[in-house]
């Protein structure tokens, strides 16, 4: 388990999302042409690789507070890597959304639902670049501990709440699938809260 753990860990897994990622979408392209449905299939494929790294982020420390063994602490130790990980894959779904704005809409967003409607991804992705560039040892001597801690805190409880959105605007489209994954969501803060009252309790 830790070989195979110790080759994706630290800068290689950025780069291996990344590769992994483009590839995908490459082939999906390359395979079934390009088309509105094509271009949502890969939106649709970087929105659960991108999920899949937030859920690994967003709960490394609680499962090390919880559990202490080799995964929690990997997790925990390439959290940062995780994360920008996270926000390559997103960038890699940004890039689909776009090109079904200007391939597909002409550029025009109300063919996407309208501001109103992108607003929560719209958050997820202002906190998403905020934490890229301040996830770096630099910004942390910059910002200082406690503020770095507190943008980083805010972002990552604020992207979960515009995904939770997400997932409920949606869940008519697929309730299995979208129920599962708003409840998955909801039991990662659950697990958050535990592991907080865990610490707390300590002292």
Not at 15 to 34: K, Q
Not at 36 to 50: G, K, Y
Not at 84 to 94: A, D, E, T
Request: charged share 15%; aromatic share 14%.
């Amino acid at each position: 388990m830790m070989k195979a753990l110790s080759l994706v860990k630290g800068q290689r897994l950025i780069w291996y999302t990344l590769v992994v990622s483009g590839i995908l979408c490459s082939f999906v392209y390359f395979a079934y042409g390009l088309s509105e449905e094509t271009i949502r299939l890969n939106i649709r494929l970087t929105a659960r690789v991108s999920f899949l790294l937030f859920s690994f982020a967003f709960v490394a420390s609680s499962l090390l507070a919880i559990k202490k063994n080799e995964v929690t602490k990997f997790l925990l130790q390439n959290r940062r890597y995780i994360g920008l990980s996270f926000g390559v894959s997103h960038i890699i779904h940004l890039i689909n959304i776009l090109m079904l704005l200007f391939v597909i809409y002409n550029g025009d967003i109300n063919g996407l639902g309208g501001l109103k409607k992108l607003a929560p991804a719209i958050t997820v992705y202002v906190y998403i670049f905020l934490m890229m560039t301040t996830s770096n040892n630099f910004s942390v001597k910059l910002l200082g501990g406690k503020i770095w801690s507190w943008l980083h805190r805010l972002g990552m409880y604020s992207i979960a709440a515009a995904l939770g959105i997400g997932f409920y605007k949606v869940i008519d489209n697929d309730p299995l699938l979208y129920g599962f994954l708003l409840v998955l969501l909801i039991a990662q803060v659950a697990l958050r809260t535990y592991a907080w009252a865990l610490k707390l309790r300590s002292g």
